[in-house]
Structure formats: structure tokens, C-alpha cells
Nanobody, 119 residues
Framework: QVQLVESGGGLVQAGDSLRLSCLAS????????MGWFRQAPGKEREFVAS????????YYADSVKGRFTISRDDAKNTGWLRMNSLKPEDTAVYYC????????????WGQGTQVTVSS
């Protein structure tokens, strides 16, 4: 069955780095846009970054641009979100998601991984 499994979250201090991983299975990963979203307590889920190809179709939210890097390896069915210079406001549950490259809707979601940044 379709699965997206995130890992790599944790508790860090402001200024630290983390790398989240997302392992996909049950679908043709290379034909899907992979996205990262996050949801902080009491807030709506928000877009963080997305990637279709390693050298194109990469987008970031303004709040993370220059600090976060999204990447993927289709041969490994895996994507990553490298997060540098973390801030307390980056604290959230981070979700990996996938949508078919011609679709606008993310229909596959992971269970989420908690990232907590202390000041």
C-alpha cells in the first residue's frame, strides 16, 4: 500500500540544524511532486517546500528560503528536508506529502515528525 514515512525530527536549540527524511513506497515516486508541510500548535498547516526534479521545479515558502533545502533521490524513493539556522518559530509537526505531477492536490501524506526548536 502507499506509504510515506518521515524521520529525523527532534529537539534542538536555535541555530542548530536537522535533516528530515521521507521514504516513499507503493507508488511511482519519480512521477510525483514531493512536498513538505508543517503545522504548529493552534495554527493551520502551511506549505514549506516542494520538489519535482532535482534541478528544477523547486519551491520554498518565504519563511524558510535560504535556510531550508529540499532534495530527493528517486532511485531510493526518498526525499529530504535539510533545515539550517533553525528558529523557535520553526517548531511544528512536519509532514511529507506527494501529488501526481499533473495534479494540484496532495493525496498522499505521512504521519508527521515533531521538530521542536528551543530558544
Amino acid at each position: 500500500q502507499v506509504q510515506l514515512v518521515e524521520s529525523g525530527g527532534g529537539l534542538v536549540q536555535a541555530g542548530d540544524s536537522l535533516r528530515l527524511s521521507c521514504l516513499a513506497s507503493g507508488f511511482t515516486f519519480s512521477r510525483y511532486v514531493m512536498g513538505w508541510f508543517r503545522q504548529a500548535p493552534g495554527k493551520e498547516r502551511e506549505f514549506v517546500a516542494s520538489i519535482l526534479r532535482s534541478d528544477s521545479s523547486i519551491y520554498y515558502a518565504d519563511s524558510v528560503k535560504g535556510r531550508f533545502t529540499i532534495s530527493r533521490d528517486d532511485a531510493k524513493n526518498t526525499g529530504w528536508l535539510r533545515m539550517n539556522s533553525l528558529k523557535p518559530e520553526d517548531t511544528a509537526v512536519y509532514y511529507c506529502a506527494a501529488r501526481y505531477y499533473t495534479s494540484s492536490k496532495y493525496n498522499y501524506w505521512g504521519q508527521g515528525t515533531q521538530v521542536t526548536v528551543s530558544s
